[in-house]
């Protein structure tokens, strides 16, 4: 059984780095981190992250969750601990407007690219509504089916269910996120992504071989959120890419919120 539903609420039109979300989060992998003792599999580790400091992960189809991890004592906080696990598992870290995504090595910049690139375009303001979607299904769900109650309250022009894999997914619960992000999980477990098609969303396939794009945007009021010392510290990251700031104001190009990560 496979549950949509959502609320509606007022649309965040912005680089997905300065929804609320997006700012909570990195509120949250500053936390300091609680090592666990010994080998747990990876997904009793995501449902702590998830219940101890309110960090919801995504885990791509493709990595199993029965996994044994573990973290050490170099791990200091929340996020020193996502990166680690990461590493055990050959996953990338992805960071899409409130959610942490751990996909397949190779994906993770461009899952990032694609989610700004689109927040950062003129898209239909419901795919940006941030809201409770309500959005789960049962062990075992047919990914068939589960890409079909969702298109079902988010039309995707030009996918082909029937070319789909057929896959059964574990159990998943889902409350507050945008549409949009949903949509990259989805389709991103299948090599897939929304892309804009006049007026509507529709699937494509992701290129790996095609560079992530650089996407514009401009910080204003969000920057005292994020702290004098990021602020700062952007134009050391940035050296490559066009800026210009000026007291709490700040437009730049550049990648991907990787960069400052990296």
Same mark, same amino acid.
């Given at each position: 059984m &496979?549950?949509?539903?959502? *609320?509606?609420?007022?649309?965040?039109?912005?680089?997905?780095?300065? @929804?609320? /979300?997006s700012i909570?989060?990195?509120s949250?992998?500053?936390a300091?981190?609680? =090592?666990t003792?010994g080998?747990? /599999?990876l997904?009793?580790?995501?449902?702590?992250? $998830?219940?101890?400091?309110?960090?919801?992960?995504?885990?791509d189809r493709? %990595? =199993?969750?029965?996994y044994?991890?573990?973290?050490? +004592?170099?791990?200091? @906080?929340?996020?020193?601990s996502?990166?680690?696990?990461?590493r055990?598992?050959?996953?990338?870290?992805?960071?899409?407007?409130g959610?942490?995504?751990?996909?397949?090595?190779?994906?993770g910049?461009h899952?990032e690219?694609?989610?700004w690139?689109l927040?950062?375009? =003129? %898209? *239909?303001?419901?795919?940006?509504r *941030?809201e409770?979607l309500?959005l789960?299904?049962? +062990?075992?769900a047919n990914?068939?089916?589960?890409?079909?109650?969702?298109?079902?309250?988010y039309?995707? &022009?030009?996918l082909?269910?029937?070319?789909?894999?057929?896959?059964?997914?574990p159990?998943?619960?889902?409350?507050?996120?945008?549409?949009? &992000?949903v =949509?990259?999980?989805?389709?991103?477990?299948?090599?897939l992504? /929304?892309v804009v098609?006049?007026?509507?969303?529709a699937?494509? $396939?992701?290129?790996? !071989? @095609?560079? @992530?794009? /650089?996407?514009?945007?401009?910080?204003?009021?969000?920057?005292?959120?994020?702290?004098?010392?990021?602020? $700062? !510290?952007w134009?050391?990251?940035?050296?490559?890419?066009?800026?210009q700031g000026?007291?709490?104001f700040?437009?730049? &190009?550049?990648l991907?919120e990787?960069?400052?990560r990296?």
């Open positions: &496979m549950v949509f539903s959502g *609320n509606s609420s007022v649309a965040q039109v912005a680089h997905p780095y300065r @929804t609320s /979300p909570a989060l990195t949250s992998l500053e300091k981190w609680q =090592a003792r080998r747990i /599999p997904r009793d580790m995501i449902g702590q992250w $998830r219940l101890a400091y309110s960090i919801p992960v995504w885990l493709r %990595i =199993a969750s029965d044994d991890v573990a973290t050490s +004592d170099q791990c200091v @906080t929340v996020g020193d996502i990166a680690e696990v990461a055990q598992i050959h996953a990338d870290i992805a960071l899409v407007d959610v942490v995504m751990l996909v397949p090595e190779g994906l910049a899952v690219s694609i989610y690139s927040a950062t375009d =003129a %898209i *239909n303001s419901v795919w940006l *941030n409770d309500v789960s299904w049962e +062990d075992g990914s068939r089916d589960i890409l079909r109650s969702f298109v079902a309250r039309p995707l &022009m030009d082909h269910l029937d070319q789909i894999e057929h896959d059964v997914w159990a998943a619960l889902w409350g507050k996120t945008t549409p949009l &992000m =949509a990259i999980g989805l389709l991103g477990s299948f090599d992504k /929304p098609a006049g007026e509507s969303l699937a494509d $396939r992701i290129d790996l !071989q @095609t560079p @992530t794009s /650089p996407v514009e945007w401009v910080y204003r009021d969000e920057i005292s959120k994020l702290g004098k010392d990021r602020w $700062r !510290q134009p050391l990251f940035l050296q490559v890419h066009r800026f000026s007291g709490l700040l437009a730049f &190009m550049g991907s990787r960069q400052f990296e």
